[in-house]
């Protein structure tokens, strides 16, 4: 999946609208849409870097941390790939 395809940029403007709503406080709505930006590209690092900063926002340490092992994870299945 290329930076440029419909589904990085669905991904990247979800994750726009996440960081919107986060900062008028309404987290629950964020993670929602944070959420539906990671499944829209799954192999879109930077998704799940936003949704474990939100998840940190929302101090869901334990999230955080899966959230940064399933980057991890993404980060070496994109670039061995």
Do not use: T
Not at 4 to 12: D, G, M, V
Request: with cysteine; charged share 25%.
């Amino acid at each position: 999946m290329a930076d440029s395809s419909p589904a990085f940029k669905e991904s990247i403007a979800l994750c726009a609208r996440a960081v919107q709503l986060a900062e008028c406080g309404k987290l629950q709505d964020a993670l929602v849409c944070m959420n539906r930006g990671v499944d829209a590209a799954p192999v879109r690092p930077a998704a799940y870097n936003d949704r474990a900063q939100l998840l940190r926002l929302m101090l869901r340490d334990e999230g955080k941390r899966e959230q940064l092992q399933l980057n991890v994870a993404s980060c070496r299945m994109h670039w061995s790939a």
